[in-house]
């Protein structure tokens, strides 16, 4: 089946414009009108083939983390999602099945969608001669106070959900794979290497941590997605703060354990500056840890303390198996191939 753009349109609406009360006008119109009481968090992002992802990914796959990326940034709002914008380019001349192809998309964007009530309202359609694009807004209600990057401050526990490394290691092993460059992963069964891939293609925002994070009054939080170091920075700038972390006890999941061991250049490369995590650190006060770890068990979600906020003067501090490093700059996950 061969798409035009209103026919496309005409297929996303009807397979994911689904009723909603404060949806007073939703696809098919110049804008869509929705009424919302509250305060609204919008976030935005854009991944392109050979950029962000490789030209052989399924569309379901696609779908899941183009939404799963944005829901992220919600949940380190503490924002409740509720509407979503989608733009897609698509090659023109392909010679592909783009219908087929805008199916499997669907089926991945209903996964992610549906358990958090996202409604698409809108968007746009486009052939292109450029690459493969496809770009994300949503629209979030903002019930509690938001988290702020600028809210760290000294004594405040470093709390990180889930484990980190994951999605940095796969990507090693998915260019070693195609021979690009990369270091790849030693020691890990072919088990191990697609739990890996799994967390890398469909990562799990965590939406309800961060909405319940934040209405128990946790006021800093910021996802994970250009990696630990790199995204704790963001909070140390905006806060004008330091922090000292053990990085030994930075959270890793069994697939990728095997794969550390006491080599420090795989823990800085894969849990320390790996990206596409999209798991969620928090800073928080000791007096509301306890209420921090209620949550994760209520919201299923693995929270570990792994350092704390100090004064600026004391910079950043790492230690690994009783040595300790000072750290200048904060280098990061570039989302790139």
């Known amino acids: 089946m061969q798409l035009g753009e209103f026919g496309l349109i005409e297929v996303l609406r009807k397979a994911l414009g689904e009723a909603d009360p404060d949806l007073l006008i939703g696809m098919g119109d110049d804008a869509a009108v929705v009424r919302c009481p509250e305060a609204l968090a919008v976030c935005s992002d854009t991944m392109v083939a050979g950029r962000h992802f490789f030209a052989d990914v399924a569309a379901s796959d696609l779908a899941w983390k183009a939404l799963a990326v944005n829901l992220s940034d919600l949940a380190a709002m503490g924002a409740t999602p509720r509407w979503a914008l989608l733009n897609l380019s698509l090659p023109a001349g392909h010679g592909e099945d783009w219908g087929r192809w805008v199916d499997e998309f669907i089926a991945g964007w209903r996964a992610m969608a549906l358990p958090w009530g996202l409604r698409l309202i809108g968007g746009d359609t486009v052939a292109t001669d450029g ?5 994300v807004v949503l629209l979030g209600a903002q019930r509690p106070a938001p988290m702020r990057r600028d809210a760290a401050r000294p004594g405040q526990g470093i709390w990180v959900s889930g484990s980190l490394g994951d999605a940095a290691a796969a990507l090693d092993i998915a260019r070693s794979r195609r021979g690009l460059p990369a270091r790849r992963p030693q020691g890990l069964s072919a088990e191990a290497e697609d739990a890996l891939e799994q967390r890398r293609l469909r990562p799990s925002p965590r939406v309800a941590l961060g909405e319940a994070a934040a209405g ?22 905006a806060s004008g703060v330091g922090a000292r972390v053990d990085v030994d006890a930075l959270p890793v999941s069994s697939a990728l354990r095997p794969a550390l061991g006491e080599d420090w250049s795989a823990w800085q490369r ?17 007096e509301l840890e306890q209420a921090l770890l209620d949550i994760g068990r209520a919201t299923d979600t693995p929270l570990t303390r792994v350092g704390e906020i100090v004064p600026a003067s004391a910079g950043i501090e790492l230690r690994w198996r009783g040595h300790v490093q000072q750290v200048e700059g904060h280098g990061g996950h570039e989302h790139v191939f």
């Open 131 to 135: 690459p493969l694009t496809i770009t």
């Open 270 to 286: 894969w849990p320390l500056t790996g990206g596409d995590d999209y798991e969620l650190i928090l800073c928080t006060a000791p």
């Open 216 to 237: 128990c009054g946790v006021g800093c939080a910021q996802d994970i997605s250009d990696g630990f170091l790199a995204d704790l920075g963001h909070i140390l700038q």
